[in-house]
């Protein structure tokens, strides 16, 4: 089994910045895909961010050039920078853990506000 848990979220007011931090407790950081996923009220959960244990990312467009993701293995952490952020980003966002033909692991949230 394995937890993960995000922080680092809040309220931040358009073109700020915030970053997110994710921490996987267990065994499986290391050979785990990352990811952070967001929701916005009435909407579908979407990918954000992605980055493979070998540490290839992909972002999705809304964020791409804003975002990054990073991973720090010796702290079984994955980060989440946001920059130049928009109202539009306003979710809640989960880390998720997943491997072909595993369980795929979720973090329990963390709510991201940006005002206008």
């Known amino acids: 089994q394995a937890q993960l848990v995000e922080s680092g979220g809040g309220l931040v007011q358009s073109g700020g910045s915030l970053r997110l931090s994710c921490v996987a407790s267990g065994s499986i950081f290391s050979i785990y895909n990352m990811a952070w996923y967001r929701q916005a009220p009435g909407k579908q959960r979407e990918l954000v961010a992605s980055?493979?244990?070998?540490?290839?990312?992909t972002y999705a467009d809304s964020v791409k050039g804003r975002f990054t993701i990073s991973r720090d293995n010796a702290k079984n952490t994955v980060y989440l920078q946001m920059n130049s952020l928009k109202p539009e980003d306003t979710a809640v966002y989960y880390c998720n853990a997943h491997k072909t033909f595993q369980k795929a692991y979720w973090g329990q949230g963390t709510q991201v506000t940006v005002s206008s």
């Open positions: 980055l493979t244990s070998g540490g290839s990312t």
